[in-house]
């Protein structure tokens, strides 16, 4: 997790690897062997696996870069706090009036020149900040709901336990991000934001 640091980094690493899971980085994979349950890497490598998840390759749908709307990240520059498409991230020069992005299409530089996670903790703030802004502008009101950059989420950790991580994204000179311990406390505090996933998608 670089954004994070790495003491955060090393946090993550030590929960995964303390259930023995082996943790990989900067390493490509050639192929899967589902026979014997092995991930082949580049370079002769292997590890074994009990549980497999692909995520496949995450970038802008074609109509949009065909658009012209994304930078070289992949992906729109949109300002950090109006959810607005922009032309210049170091000088939030917005272009584009009345166009709004949010969720996994944007890309938000923070003040540590990393770019925002993508999230849907974070989408869910912002699809409030642009609706709430719309509703402004649709009354003749001015926009004036902004997106914070604070964030949270649950780490399963299996037993029962779970470690609440939380973060303001948008803290200079850097993100400033906490976890805690694993818990039984925290494990039920995730139940509870997995009741809020449910109005994502019913």
């Known amino acids: ?21 082996k943790y990989y980085p900067e390493h490509k994979v050639e192929r899967i062997d589902g026979a014997s349950r092995k991930i082949l890497f580049q370079g002769g490598k292997e590890a074994g696996y009990d549980l497999l998840i692909g995520v496949p390759l995450h970038r802008a749908p074609r109509v949009v870069v065909e658009a012209g709307l994304t930078n070289s990240t992949g992906y729109i520059p949109t300002h950090p706090q109006t959810m607005r498409v922009i032309a210049n991230a170091e000088e939030l020069e917005t272009r584009l009036p009345g166009v709004y992005v949010l969720g996994d299409i944007t890309t938000i530089l923070l003040l540590n020149l990393k770019l925002l996670p993508k999230a849907g903790v974070f989408a869910e703030e912002q699809a409030s900040t642009v609706a709430n802004n719309i509703a402004a502008e649709i009354r003749g009101e001015e926009p004036n709901m902004v997106f914070d950059g604070k964030g949270i989420c649950y780490i399963e950790t299996g037993d ?43």
């Open 1 to 21: 997790m670089p954004v994070a640091g790495p003491e955060i980094g090393n946090m993550l690493r030590n929960m995964i690897e303390g259930r023995n899971i």
């Open 160 to 202: 029962g336990m779970a470690a609440a991580g939380s973060g303001e994204f948008y803290a200079y000179p850097a993100p400033r991000i906490s976890i805690d311990l694993p818990s039984a406390e925290g494990h039920r505090a995730k139940e509870e934001f997995e009741k809020l996933l449910r109005t994502w998608f019913v």
